[in-house]
Structures are given as structure tokens and as C-alpha cells.
């Protein structure tokens, strides 16, 4: 490990030691910078290794679309899949396949798939709409 990568602390948020916290930014960084070559991606793993822990730090561990808390043990412990929703996930922020992150539930990044925050905010925006109109929810 390079003397900047011992430099990486989590977030309060995560509360996690250091030495798990740069196990996850490692595996997600390695992983998410592999699937996205394999879609024509070209940015480094420590670029991703980067991008990512500045998400985390931009976190404050509420989900920036549904505004509930996210489970930090799914970072380092096994959970059932059931319990899995409130995990936090890597995803991209705009649709290019650049070292450009932020932290979601996985919850939200499933919902979310490969929309642009404000086209997900949108169809979101249409559900509920049409769940009023529907009598799905009472206003």
C-alpha cells in the first residue's frame, strides 16, 4: 500500500477503521473501473480509488434520492439479501463512464439503472402522480 492510500480515513458516517475502509474503496474501485472498460472506459483504478473516497466524504450516509439512512455494516459484513435495500453502492454520477461517483443505497442505484439524476427525479415525480390520480395514496 502507497503512503497516499494509508492516507485515506473514513467518513464519521461509515465508522469503520481505516483498514476496512481502504479494503472497501479498493474493491470498489477495482470493480467499478473493470466494468466500466469493459464498456469503453478509460480512467485508472486510482482514479477511481480517488473519486471515490471524495463520494464517500461528500456523503453524509442519507441516501441523496430517498433521504433515508443507508446500513454501513453491509460495507464489511455478510447480510442477507432481504436487508441488503440500505446497503451503500458506488454509482456513477452523470452516464459517462468517468471517475465521477457518489454513494447510494442500493436500493436507489437498482431503481435508478442508468438514468440521469434529474430523468430518475422526474419518473419518480410521474409514479407519484400517477399513484394519486390511481388512489394508490392518500394525499
Not at 483498514?19 to 473493470?34: F, I, S
Not at 480512467?43 to 439512512?69: C, E, N, Q, W
Amino acid at each position: 500500500m502507497s503512503a497516499h492510500q494509508s492516507s485515506y480515513s473514513p467518513p464519521a458516517w461509515c465508522a469503520i477503521s481505516g483498514d476496512l475502509y481502504r479494503r472497501v474503496l479498493n474493491r470498489e474501485a477495482v470493480a467499478v473501473t473493470k466494468r466500466d472498460r469493459k464498456r469503453g472506459g478509460g480512467y485508472r483504478v486510482k482514479d477511481a480509488l480517488d473519486a471515490i473516497h471524495g463520494a464517500f466524504h461528500r456523503s453524509t450516509g442519507i441516501d441523496p434520492y430517498d433521504g433515508m439512512a443507508m446500513d454501513v455494516r453491509c460495507l464489511v459484513l455478510p447480510v442477507e439479501p432481504s436487508q441488503q435495500w440500505r446497503c451503500p453502492v458506488v454509482g456513477h454520477r452523470r452516464l459517462e463512464l468517468i471517475a465521477d461517483f457518489e454513494i447510494v443505497s442500493k436500493q436507489t442505484q437498482q431503481a435508478k439503472g442508468s438514468m440521469t439524476a434529474e430523468d430518475y427525479i422526474n419518473h419518480c415525480k410521474a409514479v407519484v402522480l400517477y399513484a394519486e390520480r390511481c388512489g394508490r395514496l392518500q394525499a
